[in-house]
């Protein structure tokens, strides 16, 4: 059997309809780029050689990326074994990519007021964004039913995720779970400004049609709004959007949350996602060393 019918035959019964569709749209896109050199191949031609293949040309990509190309790759032919088609699996005899985790980049206090020293509905958003933690497809889903500005706050239960046929919403999240998100009562003022000025009903973030912003008018909308803010501000720097989040995992373990409560606030499934934000923290980890105390000691 070609390595194409397999994985065709892997996918439909491992993966579609059972997987996370977000999933499922990732591992047809690494199948399509980085499968293609051994999609004609016989199972029982491929050599850990063919495998190693596979990994170098994903070497241009993220190390998660790698990593996910080689798992997939790796379950796939174990399935093949499992199912008397080869013998042994190839991917065995070839090392993982190695997890290479980057410090992450968050903006300091006086380019956050630089930022956001403007008066308008996108402001407001990317202002959500930042004292939420949100994912861009999170924050793009909500709805006002998912606020609760009494009870202090948001359930995310949704998210908005880019599909071949156009940006879909999704009754669920990456990590697959909803979770609530404590509103701080910065958040509750911008809530209450975007539903009187606004969005009075639906989703708070949305076009003319009622339908939510599009992730890549997002992508847009954010590069035009930073463009107006640095004519104000020449010396701001660019970060993406998703350094908002970032500022928020970080600036929230400088005020005293502990790692495990971070997790959950940001939705990781993984603690060693989050333990990143302490790695990058490293100013408050010598302030902390420099105040450590054993009585009189």
Excluded at 95 to 121: A, G, M, N, T, Y
Excluded at 201 to 223: H, K, M, S
Aim: proline share 4%.
């Amino acid at each position: 059997m070609l390595f194409k019918d397999w994985f065709q035959e892997y996918y439909e019964v491992y993966c579609d309809g059972v997987k996370s569709h977000d999933y499922c749209v990732d591992i047809l896109c690494i199948n399509k780029k980085h499968f293609v050199c051994i999609a004609d191949m016989e199972l029982s031609a491929i050599r850990p050689i063919d495998v190693q293949r596979v990994v170098k040309s994903s070497m241009i990509d993220s190390s998660d990326r790698q990593r996910r190309t080689y798992f997939l790759l790796k379950r796939v032919l174990r399935e093949a074994v499992v199912n008397d088609l080869i013998e042994k699996n190839p991917a065995e005899y070839v090392k993982p990519p190695k997890r290479i985790r980057k410090d992450v980049s968050c903006f300091k206090i006086e380019h956050l007021e630089q930022l956001f020293d403007d008066d308008s509905k996108y402001s407001r958003m990317f202002q959500l964004d930042l004292w939420t933690g949100l994912r861009r497809g999170e924050l793009l889903a909500l709805t006002w039913t998912n606020v609760h500005v009494p009870e202090r706050y948001i359930t995310v239960c949704q998210t908005l995720v880019h599909t071949a046929d156009g940006d879909v919403i999704i009754s669920t999240t990456k990590s697959r779970c909803d979770r609530v998100v404590p509103l701080h009562h910065k958040a509750i003022a911008l809530l209450q400004q975007i539903k009187m000025l606004d969005s009075p009903e639906g989703f708070l973030f949305r076009n003319a049609d009622g339908e939510p912003i599009r992730l890549r008018q997002y992508n847009r909308i954010y590069c035009n709004y930073y463009e107006q803010q640095r004519e104000k501000y020449p010396d701001l720097p660019y970060y993406t959007p998703h350094n908002l989040r970032h500022s928020y995992a970080t600036y929230m373990l400088q005020s005293g949350a502990d790692i495990e409560t971070l997790r959950a606030l940001l939705g990781h499934v993984d603690i060693t996602t989050t333990q990143r934000y302490v790695h990058s923290n490293l100013n408050q980890m010598y302030n902390a060393t420099n105040n450590l105390k054993f009585g009189n000691l």
